[in-house]
């Protein structure tokens, strides 16, 4: 079955305390992609990449990090989290650059 | 930049038809992609129109006019499951834009 899985699917931290979001698709996707979702504003793009070692900020990039090792993998990590980074994540894949189809089920953070 | 707007709630009854309306400002356009959210779910892909006119997929139509630089989703015969937030987004090379959303309330 075609996928993008995200995990952990809730995470509630603390202020500073380094975390990461793993994302990985099973369709070998070229492009890949992070957003984060809060009331009212939508789902804003935080990093993406086009390829194995290809990233670049998005809408919102100020406080992750990503990197592309392998093609199936896109980790979104937090090197100090505050609270302003509570939200909902999703990461995306997708064939082209047109059709962004698979979504993850999402990763609800809280940060205290 | 790109920017999307779309009505923040539309309300409408079982069986109706309802229509989402976007409008959009962007530096450059490939097309204009629909998707449903139910609350806290996943974003569902829905449609993608990348030429002017009407695509029907089921109960589901998107809209296109690239001159006007708007579009609309449209949904007949609603369901009850059809409750849902609906996001227009607009892609560009590797990025992908969302309006804001439009929350629609389906009624007995």
């Known amino acids: 079955e075609a996928q993008v899985t995200q995990n952990p699917r809730y995470l509630i931290t603390v202020t500073g305390k380094k975390l990461t979001v793993t994302c990985s698709q099973n369709?070998?996707?070229?492009?890949m992609s992070w957003y984060r979702q809060d009331p009212g504003l939508g789902l804003r793009q935080i990093y993406y990449s086009m390829n194995v070692e290809v990233t670049d900020k998005g809408d919102v990039p100020e406080g992750y990090k990503v990197s592309r090792k392998e093609k199936r993998n896109f980790p979104l990590i937090l090197e100090s989290p505050s609270p302003n980074q509570t939200s909902l994540y999703f990461c995306?894949?997708?064939?082209?650059?047109?059709?962004?189809?698979?979504f993850g089920p999402g990763t609800r953070l809280t940060v205290t | 930049g790109q920017s999307l707007e779309q009505p923040s709630e539309v309300t409408a009854v079982e069986g109706a038809i309802v229509q989402i309306n976007c409008t959009y400002q962007?530096?450059?356009?490939?097309?204009l992609s629909w998707y449903q959210q139910h609350d806290g779910g996943a974003p569902t892909f829905l449609s993608y129109?990348?030429?002017?006119g009407l695509e029907e997929t089921g109960r589901f139509s998107s809209f296109l006019s690239r001159s006007d630089s708007y579009g609309y989703l449209l949904l007949q015969e609603l369901q009850m499951k059809d409750s849902a937030s609906y996001f227009c987004a607009v892609p560009g090379y590797s990025t992908l834009t969302f309006g804001k959303g439009t929350m629609l309330l389906v009624s007995p």
């Open positions: 129109n990348a030429l002017d």
């Open positions: 995306a894949s997708s064939l082209s650059v047109t059709s962004w189809q698979y």
């Open positions: 369709m070998n996707h070229e492009y």
């Open positions: 962007t530096s450059g356009f490939y097309g």
